[in-house]
């Protein structure tokens, strides 16, 4: 099954290595269970603004080793409900890449992200090529590329899906 | 080339007569360990019954489950998720080890840390059953495929090999090594790797103190750490194992993605100052620090021999008025040798609070700070909001300076205490 190329700008860039991804929501709203009222929190401390310019399909961008620390869901929740459809980032932490790699949502690790794009590039992620390219102002990065059990986990939406499936071992 | 001790294990489990970094395999864990937790046991539970209609997990004596977050529980639903956990054991035939104190302890206590096994939970800290040269690894939310499937997916780490070596000074522990390796190697070092820790110093540092350090690994990016076990540590594990497994060990000749050396000659105590684990400093920077509350315990220290250094620079001295310390020994077994050898009297006497096993001090569901406060802690994280009020400030450090700052009411550095 073919993994859809994500094409979309790029919503914001966290330049902080090592970003814990809470500061997104921030730890005091991390318990909310209503997706509207956390998304409302998201972003806060970053660009009030955020929700009010970001459309469905945008991505974000991240510095090395993002999602560091002990990295909840709720924020990325968020950000879905708001309609980002990915993250790239220069690396990604363990942890946070396969908490959200099983919630289904596109990771891709890009090693020179930062200097490829800024804020509201629009820019395209071709999982086959394994390559992030910026649309508006041409260039282009190779990604590394996803493993068979991440790939099969995205296509398939998730772990869910992805365990629904006949096992191939 | 030869093989990694992970490459070995994975190897096993995947009935492959040899699989290198990089591999994917589909791998069968020997064990699958959970704790309680809402949104992750009780999710598993149901969706194991709901969207893949297993009512029963085939081979149970695979899986075991731990009751150590809310306890003793403070709300109706806080019990109604235990419930929930004990029904599904009983029902399923598996393993519950419920008020036997903080899980990842436990696990090795009862004979889940066999070496040369493979091991999943979905909490990273598991980790720490590495020291008995066992391969654990916290996957989040893929654990629901261990108890869905027979194996799990799994792409083989490569192996960052530290080699410790040098002298460790008094007042250093093993806590003070884990924090200086962030320092030296970095947060990010290990990333998606396993981190193999040997060398002469290993020598000095005693199975609890490995059990800190491989407990911490996740803060370097490791996917897991491990020790290739001597003849002590297989001694331990193998007369509790719940499995006969062969152990095996590194070759001289593995191939690892980095070999670093670290000298400890020099270390000095250290301090994780807020909001992230990657701020290890040296503790004498930060002196004189006002400190509200210290927390010794968590899965990561609040062992026989953290209990033991905190009661003797405790003994005889008061804890400083308005300071709060709580020491929360990590398992039953440890609390019940630590009141045996007099530890947890003199900790009394010297006014700190002395509470049962459990993981809730170290997540701030119990000893909780309002913002502005701080706190000393051995537990396993300082970002922000991990002990109550995202405006309160965790330094972790030692148990000797949880100890020294319990006195002074201030970060203290413990060596002259000792």
Same mark, same amino acid.
């Given at each position: 099954m073919a993994l859809e190329n994500l094409k979309g700008r790029v919503a914001f860039i966290f330049e902080e290595v090592d970003f814990d991804v809470d500061q997104?929501?921030?730890?005091?709203?991390?318990?909310?269970?209503?997706?509207? !009222?956390?998304?409302?929190?998201?972003? $806060? &401390?970053?660009? %009030?603004?955020?929700?009010?310019? #970001?459309?469905?399909? @945008?991505?974000?961008?991240?510095?090395?080793?993002?999602?560091?620390?002990?990295?909840?869901?709720?924020?990325?929740?968020?950000?879905?409900?708001?309609?980002?459809?990915?993250?790239?980032?220069?690396?990604?932490?363990?942890?946070?890449?396969?908490? !959200?790699?099983?919630?289904?949502?596109? $990771? &891709?690790?890009? %090693?020179?992200?930062?200097?490829? #794009?800024?804020?509201? @590039?629009?820019?395209e992620v071709d999982w086959d090529a394994a390559e992030v390219r910026n649309l508006t102002r041409g260039g282009s990065l190779p990604m590394e590329p996803l493993s068979f059990a991440d790939r099969s986990m995205l296509e398939a939406g998730g772990l869910v899906g992805y365990l629904k499936r006949p096992t191939a071992a | 080339m030869g093989y990694t001790i992970a490459e070995k294990i994975l190897a096993r489990v995947s009935n492959k007569d040899a699989v290198k970094a990089g591999d994917e395999v589909m791998a069968k864990p020997d064990f699958v360990i959970a704790y309680d937790f809402p949104g992750y046991t009780d999710v598993i539970f149901r969706q194991m019954k709901e969207d893949f209609g297993i009512d029963k997990v085939p081979d149970p004596d695979r899986y075991a489950i731990f009751i150590d977050h809310m306890v003793p529980a403070a709300t109706p639903k806080e019990e109604e998720l235990h419930i929930i956990t004990r029904d599904w054991c009983r029902e399923n035939g598996v393993a519950l080890y419920e008020r036997r104190g903080i899980g990842h302890q436990v696990a090795a206590e009862v004979g889940y840390a066999v070496p040369g096994?493979?091991?999943?939970?979905?909490?990273?800290?598991?980790?720490?059953?590495?020291?008995?040269?066992?391969?654990?690894?916290?996957?989040?939310?893929?654990?629901?495929?261990?108890?869905?499937?027979?194996?799990?997916?799994?792409?083989?780490?490569?192996?960052?090999?530290?080699?410790?070596?040098?002298?460790?000074?008094k007042g250093v522990y093993a806590r003070d090594v884990f924090h200086h390796l962030v320092r030296t190697l970095g947060p990010a070092s290990c990333r998606f790797q396993v981190l193999e820790v040997g060398g002469p110093a290993i020598e000095q540092i005693s199975t609890e103190g490995l059990q800190t350090i491989t407990g911490l690994a996740m803060f370097t990016g490791a996917v897991t750490a491990i020790v290739n076990p001597d003849k002590a540590r297989l001694e331990y594990a193998q007369a509790r194992a719940k499995k006969d497994i062969e152990p095996v060990w590194s070759d001289d000749d593995a191939e690892y993605a980095a070999v670093h050396e670290i000298d400890l000659t020099d270390l000095e105590p250290i301090v994780v100052i807020p909001p992230t684990p990657a701020n290890s400093r040296n503790l004498s920077d930060y002196i004189g620090i006002e400190i509200n509350t210290g927390y010794l315990g968590s899965c990561a220290s609040g062992r026989l021999e953290d209990i033991k250094v905190a009661a003797e620079i405790l003994k005889g001295r008061q804890v400083a008025p308005g300071f709060?310390?709580?020491?929360?020994?990590?398992?039953?077994?440890?609390?019940?040798?630590?009141?045996r050898a007099g530890y947890l009297s003199t900790l009394a006497e010297a006014g700190a609070f002395v509470s049962s096993p459990s993981c809730d001090y170290c997540f701030g569901r119990m000893g909780t700070m309002t913002a502005g406060q701080r706190a000393v802690s051995t537990g396993t994280l300082n970002v922000r909001g991990r002990m109550g009020s995202p405006d309160s400030e965790i330094y972790l450090c030692n148990a000797a300076t949880v100890a020294a700052t319990a006195v002074e009411g201030k970060i203290a550095d413990p060596r002259p205490y000792l």
């Amino acid at each position: 099954m073919a993994l859809e190329n994500l094409k979309g700008r790029v919503a914001f860039i966290f330049e902080e290595v090592d970003f814990d991804v809470d500061q997104i929501v921030g730890v005091k709203n991390i318990k909310i269970q209503d997706i509207d !009222e956390l998304a409302a929190a998201a972003m $806060q &401390a970053y660009d %009030p603004a955020f929700r009010d310019k #970001v459309r469905p399909g @945008d991505i974000l961008v991240g510095a090395g080793n993002f999602g560091y620390g002990h990295p909840h869901y709720p924020p990325m929740k968020a950000m879905r409900h708001l309609g980002i459809a990915g993250v790239v980032a220069e690396s990604f932490s363990p942890g946070y890449w396969r908490g !959200e790699i099983s919630m289904g949502f596109p $990771q &891709a690790s890009c %090693p020179g992200i930062l200097g490829l #794009v800024e804020r509201w @590039d629009e820019i395209e992620v071709d999982w086959d090529a394994a390559e992030v390219r910026n649309l508006t102002r041409g260039g282009s990065l190779p990604m590394e590329p996803l493993s068979f059990a991440d790939r099969s986990m995205l296509e398939a939406g998730g772990l869910v899906g992805y365990l629904k499936r006949p096992t191939a071992a | 080339m030869g093989y990694t001790i992970a490459e070995k294990i994975l190897a096993r489990v995947s009935n492959k007569d040899a699989v290198k970094a990089g591999d994917e395999v589909m791998a069968k864990p020997d064990f699958v360990i959970a704790y309680d937790f809402p949104g992750y046991t009780d999710v598993i539970f149901r969706q194991m019954k709901e969207d893949f209609g297993i009512d029963k997990v085939p081979d149970p004596d695979r899986y075991a489950i731990f009751i150590d977050h809310m306890v003793p529980a403070a709300t109706p639903k806080e019990e109604e998720l235990h419930i929930i956990t004990r029904d599904w054991c009983r029902e399923n035939g598996v393993a519950l080890y419920e008020r036997r104190g903080i899980g990842h302890q436990v696990a090795a206590e009862v004979g889940y840390a066999v070496p040369g096994a493979f091991v999943v939970h979905f909490d990273g800290h598991i980790s720490q059953l590495g020291t008995f040269g066992t391969l654990a690894m916290g996957i989040r939310r893929n654990l629901l495929e261990a108890f869905v499937r027979e194996r799990v997916s799994i792409k083989v780490p490569a192996t960052v090999r530290v080699n410790l070596t040098g002298t460790l000074q008094k007042g250093v522990y093993a806590r003070d090594v884990f924090h200086h390796l962030v320092r030296t190697l970095g947060p990010a070092s290990c990333r998606f790797q396993v981190l193999e820790v040997g060398g002469p110093a290993i020598e000095q540092i005693s199975t609890e103190g490995l059990q800190t350090i491989t407990g911490l690994a996740m803060f370097t990016g490791a996917v897991t750490a491990i020790v290739n076990p001597d003849k002590a540590r297989l001694e331990y594990a193998q007369a509790r194992a719940k499995k006969d497994i062969e152990p095996v060990w590194s070759d001289d000749d593995a191939e690892y993605a980095a070999v670093h050396e670290i000298d400890l000659t020099d270390l000095e105590p250290i301090v994780v100052i807020p909001p992230t684990p990657a701020n290890s400093r040296n503790l004498s920077d930060y002196i004189g620090i006002e400190i509200n509350t210290g927390y010794l315990g968590s899965c990561a220290s609040g062992r026989l021999e953290d209990i033991k250094v905190a009661a003797e620079i405790l003994k005889g001295r008061q804890v400083a008025p308005g300071f709060q310390l709580n020491v929360v020994p990590t398992s039953q077994e440890i609390m019940a040798a630590a009141g045996r050898a007099g530890y947890l009297s003199t900790l009394a006497e010297a006014g700190a609070f002395v509470s049962s096993p459990s993981c809730d001090y170290c997540f701030g569901r119990m000893g909780t700070m309002t913002a502005g406060q701080r706190a000393v802690s051995t537990g396993t994280l300082n970002v922000r909001g991990r002990m109550g009020s995202p405006d309160s400030e965790i330094y972790l450090c030692n148990a000797a300076t949880v100890a020294a700052t319990a006195v002074e009411g201030k970060i203290a550095d413990p060596r002259p205490y000792l």
